[in-house]
């Protein structure tokens, strides 16, 4: 097993994340010691693994917070704000998200019936909402 998941073979967290990203910390001998390539490729993979989860679990979170302000208004402040919100997660998670890439993803949320069904279990008529109020934030 190339993973042993046993207390004395834990290694230093900052350490490791320092590695993979090519920066250096502080470490002590006692804190840190070399790991293998086969290591390396598994903190990588399980680190990779946590950012898609928790991407998107926020996500996710959301879609919810647009389904619950979905009975109202597109254009009220709070359905933009959300709309800020997503557009603010998508830059600092994925890429730069441009009104005009906002625009096509609000296209898409209605117009694939998987991202639709996905966003409707927040509450019927989400991706419509969301879709209508990335359009009137990206008219401003």
């Known amino acids: 097993n190339p993973w042993p998941h046993r207390p004395d073979r834990l290694l230093n967290t900052e350490a490791i994340i320092a590695k993979i990203e090519g920066t250096e910390v502080p470490v002590t001998k006692s804190s840190y010691r070399e790991t293998n390539d086969e ?10 693994r946590y950012i898609e989860l928790r991407n998107g679990f926020v996500c996710e979170k ?31 998670n994925y ?3 441009t009104n ?12 694939d019936e ?19 109020a990335i359009a009137a934030y990206c008219k401003k």
């Not at 290591?39 to 990779?48: A, C, G, N």
């Not at 647009?66 to 600092?92: M, R, Y």
Request: with cysteine; charged share 30%.
């Open 39 to 48: 290591e390396m490729r598994l903190w990588k993979e399980e680190r990779d």
């Open 95 to 97: 890429y730069k998200c």
């Open 62 to 92: 959301i879609f919810e917070e647009f389904g619950k302000v979905s009975g109202g208004s597109p254009e009220t402040d709070e359905a933009q704000k959300l709309v800020e919100k997503l557009q603010s997660f998508i830059t600092e």
């Open 100 to 111: 005009e890439i906002l625009f096509g993803l609000g296209q898409m949320y209605v117009g």
């Open 114 to 132: 998987r991202f639709k069904n996905n966003i409707d279990q927040h509450a019927p008529g989400t991706a419509a909402f969301i879709s209508e």
